[in-house]
């Protein structure tokens, strides 16, 4: 059964700053990976969409890379802002390819 | 472009009262759609999804159903709401994939309904 591990659950930074999030998945038999932003309250955000056969993706001050053979993939920040408060999820199909299986999330707090 | 809605936003129920909670895509064209639950301290939690209308497939046994009576709308029920249905419940849309497997692509997520009951 595929699950999902994000570290750390919480991080705390100064403007500026740049970051890495970590996502782990148990099956390396995944056809992509998707990272997530999520404000309080709200709704999830598509940030980036990495197919099994990319190593990474960019957008904006956002890289995310796939590692599928270790079950890993990270989300780079660079220059971190405050305004990037959020937290981030990732997320990989399941086995059926039905459904997203998601992470707890990284809560991140950028202070000004 | 596409655009997806939930109501209502916030809804606060008594234990023991029925719930309805309703979810529509617009500017796509047979979507898979999806309810996700998201709990305090366990991560989104995927409840149904369905890939066409009246095809409706179930990830969690619970007191809660869904059904989807026109091609963009999902609609989330319950006859008796429990205090553990309390959440955020989530709608979502992916593009429909055909092929020899069904890949979920990009997912794109309502705005959320927070339930508490009481």
């Known amino acids: 059964k595929q699950e999902v591990t994000q570290i750390p659950a919480a991080l705390s930074v100064p403007e500026g700053e740049n970051l890495v999030l970590n996502c782990s998945f148990t099956?390396?038999?995944?056809?992509?990976l998707q990272w997530f932003r999520q404000d309080p309250g709200k709704g999830l955000t598509s940030l980036l969409l990495?197919?099994?056969?990319?190593r990474e993706q960019t957008s904006g001050r956002l890289n995310a890379s796939l590692d599928k053979s270790s079950g890993r993939s990270t989300l780079y920040i660079a220059a971190s802002q405050p305004g990037d408060s959020a937290t981030y999820l990732c997320?990989?199909?399941?086995?059926?390819?039905?459904?997203?299986?998601f992470g707890k999330g990284t809560t991140l707090s950028v202070s000004s | 472009s596409q655009t997806i809605h939930q109501w209502p936003a916030t809804l606060v129920q008594p234990v023991g009262s029925p719930l309805s909670l309703e979810c529509t895509v617009e500017g796509t064209s047979n979507p898979n759609l999806y309810w996700y639950r998201q709990a305090a301290g366990r991560g989104l939690q995927l409840l149904f999804y369905?890939?066409?209308?009246?095809?409706i497939s179930s990830e969690v046994p619970q007191n809660l159903s869904a059904s989807r009576p026109q091609d963009r709308q999902f609609i989330l029920s319950s006859k008796k709401l429990l205090l553990s249905d309390s959440g955020f419940y989530l709608c979502?849309?992916?593009?429909?994939?055909?092929?020899?497997?069904?890949?979920?692509?990009?997912?794109?997520f309502g705005p959320g309904t927070r339930l508490t009951v009481t």
């Open positions: 369905s890939v066409g209308i009246g095809q």
């Open positions: 099956d390396s038999a995944i056809y992509n």
């Open positions: 979502a849309w992916s593009p429909l994939r055909t092929g020899l497997t069904r890949l979920v692509g990009e997912q794109y």
């Open positions: 997320a990989v199909p399941n086995q059926a390819g039905t459904a997203l299986i």
């Open positions: 990495i197919q099994s056969s990319q």
